[in-house]
Nanobody, 117 residues
Framework: QVQLVESGGGLVQPGGSLNLSCAAS????????MGWYRQAPGKERELVAS???????NYSDVVKGRFTISRNNGENTVHLLMNNLKPEDTAVYYC???????????WGQGTQVTVSS
């Protein structure tokens, strides 16, 4: 069974930085892509950034230019470097992986990011 373990969340002041990491483990083949969603209180979950197996990268407009997604294929990990954080970036951040012929999606447990002075 595939498991995702996230790390790197926490409390940071506006303008600060955090680096989220997500490691996928278990029995799976052919990762199609990995990425991050977030969900703020009272809001729907939204895509933050994604990276495909052939390194096609997408960002939401609100984080473009501030966040950078990267992937280590050999270790099945994905990272999200978040710079110039704003209070509106406060949310639970969820890692996901898409894999297999049947296009299975697995989610991490979420990590809290709080941007506040």
């Amino acid at each position: 069974q595939v498991q995702l373990v996230e790390s790197g969340g926490g409390l940071v002041q506006p303008g600060g930085s955090l680096n989220l990491s997500c490691a996928a483990s278990g029995s799976f083949v052919s990762i199609k892509g990995m990425g991050w969603y977030r969900q703020a209180p009272g809001k729907e979950r939204e895509l933050v950034a994604s990276i495909s197996s052939d390194d096609n990268i997408n960002y939401s407009d609100v984080v473009k230019g501030r966040f950078t997604i990267s992937r280590n294929n050999g270790e099945n990990t994905v990272h999200l470097l978040m710079n110039n954080l704003k209070p509106e970036d406060t949310a639970v951040y969820y890692c996901y992986v898409v894999y297999g012929i049947s296009i299975t999606i697995r989610w991490g447990q979420g990590t809290q990011v709080t941007v506040s002075s």
